[in-house]
């Protein structure tokens, strides 16, 4: 089946850019999304990427897409502590429907003062 | 508007036990889910509604049913509980099922099988 990969941890420091990376394996992929999850709660969508793009900015956040390599990053400018939290990578593999949601495993960002 | 409400937040099961977690939404949504968190391996769907009355598998059903009988309502049923099935149980909703549109999620019900 399709797979979604992330790594588990990254930390920066307060003020800094965080970059969280995954890969994915679906070619037919059609929208790529990142969600935010706090501790305790459900997952937030902070923003998404519609599969012929390359790049889309929305305020501090950069999402860059490598549709040759399967590649997807989220970069956050200016990290700050309430930027702590899992995110996690999501390809909608499919279209209307019959698409279905597939996420990697989540990455924690840990943001030291 | 409430958004996505789940209940409980919290419960315990022996092994065998039945159970039914609860979900509704009031944003008139068609689409409703069922995601089951375990550390380390992101959320993998359950089982799926596209509108009342509809429901369908996702990638990890056995052990579970749903039923929409409502918009509103989206209830998954544990049958026979087992300790394999100690997870965090994510409800989520949308207008439609991918695309730009937002999946809203609920809070969350953290399910402890002893």
């Known amino acids: 089946g399709e797979d979604v990969e992330q790594s588990l941890f990254l930390s920066v420091r307060e003020g800094d850019s965080s970059v969280i990376n995954c890969t994915y394996t679906?070619?037919?992929?059609?929208?790529l999304y990142w969600y935010k999850q706090e501790p305790g709660a459900g997952l937030q969508l902070l923003t998404y990427i519609f599969s012929n793009m390359d790049m889309k900015q929305d305020q501090r956040l950069t999402v860059l897409l490598n549709k040759k390599d399967k590649h997807l990053s989220l970069r956050i400018a200016d990290t700050q502590t309430g930027d702590s939290a899992i995110y996690f990578c999501?390809?909608?593999?499919?279209?209307?429907?019959?698409?279905?949601?597939?996420f990697g495993q989540g990455t924690t960002l840990q943001v030291k003062p | 508007n409430a958004g996505v409400t789940q209940t409980p937040k919290f419960q315990v099961l022996k092994t065998g036990q039945s159970m039914t977690l609860q979900c509704a939404q009031d944003?008139?949504?068609?689409?409703m889910s069922w995601y089951r968190q375990d550390p380390g391996m992101g959320l993998r769907l359950i089982h799926y509604s596209v509108g009342a009355g509809i429901t369908d598998q996702g990638e990890v059903p056995n052990g579970y049913n749903v039923s929409r009988s409502t918009t509103e309502d989206f209830p998954l049923r544990l049958l026979s509980a087992a300790p394999s099935q100690t997870s965090v149980y994510f409800c989520?909703?949308?207008?439609?099922?991918?695309?730009?549109?937002?999946?809203?999620f609920g809070p969350g019900t953290r399910l402890t099988v002893l």
């Open positions: 944003m008139n949504h068609e689409y």
């Open positions: 999501a390809d909608l593999h499919g279209s209307g429907n019959t698409g279905k949601l597939i």
């Open positions: 989520a909703s949308s207008s439609q099922r991918g695309g730009t549109d937002t999946q809203y």
């Open positions: 679906d070619s037919s992929s059609t929208y």
